[in-house]
């Protein structure tokens, strides 16, 4: 354990804006330099102590660093080998031990396990012996069942378990082909069952297997024959595997894609149900991107996110109904877009606090001077925002992109994220990393213009006549139908009013209400 040195990270504690405790702490490390697309996923372990331990590199070591709840960093180890390539996340083992696995250099790399106690002394740091006939995997993920250690990786077409035995071998318990590799999802199951997700052809496949025995308990390929398989995700309860899969065709000279959510029984891979989720309209050559898909064990709700391009450039949230695959409510967030890095193109995380209720956080472009900055933002059960807080590290002046999100307790989060280079020559080579504090409970009592922007539209469906209330602060409503046509714009002077839409044809139409230099998006169905 190294107590660390000050020159390598810069902490800022101060106020932003409005809102006045809503950020307690940002911490930034020295600059990533160990090449393109090592280490782009960094993540942060909080433990009962309240102390986060965070992975980072800075120049082209592997380091950990402990912060304390007020942002202090007190402890520090730094891995004295070249990183190359990735490392596992960090997880957290027997009670408070930490361990990882990292590749380091020289070509083609070694494998080394890394054990910690809870300070960060040292247990064991060993280089790892791969089975024969593997060479040059790529490692994605570590994990303790019944007190043995187990690691995933890829190679040559083949996806592989294996057991990090006493001795430091490994060996393998599972091996399954998969054509190329597009990275790998999985869900560890109290049974001792793993879940793994990853693309096959044209198709998504999951495969559950057994991690003591290694057998393969069930296999199944995911798709509808609609088009090519652009995306997919996975989300589970304890009986039933929820799988998301985003298809394209072209159809008359047009793109057209669907949204395809099977249910699958999680101990016997048998597909209960499958059948394409009717999203809000979007246009015919507007492309959706994916960023989340989660499962609410408070409510029992699915949650979706994804970039659309139309009426205008948003993101939307939807919250799905769990058995029925329907639509219950939607939200959308403003967004412009901005070219980033390919491998950091995410846009938006839900994250569930304890007590089940949603933080959203979506980046979005600013200007050319701070590019993309993150908006985070407490929702409430019909996903309207509570207020929204606008996060940017001034000294970086670049795209802040979340890795990783944590409840630290009822009221914050730990937001752990990369911020690339201005430079797209160097934009991943030349990275940093950051970890922030953020307090959700103040973004809802700032004195902001955004927290009393709840807007409240009944019935909808609508009949002939809808109810609208709104805050003083709105101004102006703007109705749009699904080509983006306007076809009302009105003053609004009363904070409660009505919308004559006995005209409107059955389909949906857009409601943009702006005042005082904001405007809220609103979705109506007729």
């Known amino acids: 354990m190294r107590k660390i040195h000050i020159l390598l990270i810069f902490s800022i504690f101060f106020f932003l804006k409005a809102n006045a405790q809503t950020l307690e702490w940002l911490n930034v490390f020295d600059t990533h330099s160990a090449g393109f697309g090592v280490g782009l996923n960094p993540n942060s372990l909080i433990d009962n102590n309240g102390k986060i331990t965070t992975t980072v590199i800075e120049n082209d070591t592997l380091k950990l660093y402990q912060t304390q709840e007020d942002g202090t960093i007190t402890n520090s180890y730094i891995i004295q080998k070249n990183i190359k390539e990735n490392h596992t996340p960090l997880i957290r083992i027997s009670e408070n031990g930490l361990a990882l696995v990292y590749e380091a250099n020289p070509y083609p790399g070694s494998f080394w396990f890394l054990h910690t106690d809870s300070d960060l002394n040292v247990i064991k740091e060993v280089q790892l012996t791969l089975p024969e006939g593997i060479l040059s995997p790529y490692i994605y993920n570590l994990f303790e069942y019944n007190e043995e250690l187990y690691l995933t990786m890829t190679t040559n077409g083949n996806h592989y378990l294996l057991k990090i035995n006493d001795d430091d071998s490994l060996s393998i318990i599972y091996n399954g082909n998969i054509d190329i590799d597009y990275g790998e999802e999985y869900i560890l199951l109290d049974n001792g069952n793993v879940i793994f997700s990853y693309k096959y052809s044209n198709g998504h496949i999951i495969r559950c297997v057994s991690v003591e025995s290694g057998s393969l308990i069930w296999e199944e390929s995911i798709g509808t024959g609609f088009g090519y398989l652009s995306d997919y995700k996975i989300a589970a309860n304890e009986d039933v595997l929820y799988t998301l899969g985003e298809e394209k065709n072209w159809i008359e000279g047009s793109a057209v894609e669907q949204i395809t959510i099977s249910h699958i029984d999680i101990s016997s891979g048998t597909v209960l149900s499958q059948q394409p989720l009717e999203l809000p309209p979007i246009c015919s050559t507007c492309s959706i991107d994916l960023d989340d898909f989660i499962y609410n064990p408070i409510n029992n709700h699915l949650y979706l996110s994804y970039k659309s391009g139309f009426p205008d450039p948003a993101i939307l949230l939807l919250e799905i109904d769990n058995q029925a695959t329907e639509i219950t409510a939607e939200s959308y967030f403003p967004f ?82 990369i911020v690339p280079n201005k430079d797209p020559l160097i934009s991943l080579e030349q990275a940093r990393y950051f970890t922030t504090m953020i307090n959700t409970d103040e973004i809802l009592s700032a004195d902001d213009v955004e927290r009393n922007i709840a807007i409240k539209i009944y019935p909808n469906p609508a009949t002939e006549t809808v109810h609208i209330l709104v805050p003083e602060n709105i101004n102006e409503l703007t109705v749009y139908d699904v080509t983006g046509k306007i076809i009302h714009k009105e003053n609004i002077s009363n904070k409660s009013f009505t919308l004559n839409t006995s005209a409107y044809q059955h389909g949906t139409y857009f409601l943009s209400f702006s005042g005082i230099g904001k405007t809220v998006k609103k979705l109506i169905v007729k």
């Not at 089940?356 to 600013?366: C, D, P, T």
């Open 336 to 417: 412009q877009h901005y070219s980033s890095p390919a491998l950091l193109d995410k846009n938006s995380v839900t994250h569930i606090k304890p007590d089940g209720s949603l933080v959203f956080v979506y980046k979005s472009y600013k200007n050319e001077t701070e590019q993309m900055n993150l908006y985070i933002s407490p929702l409430n059960a019909q996903l309207e925002s509570l207020g929204t807080f606008e996060f940017n590290i001034d000294d970086l002046e670049s795209i802040e992109h979340p890795t990783d999100i944590l409840s630290y307790d009822d009221s914050r989060i730990l937001i752990t994220g």
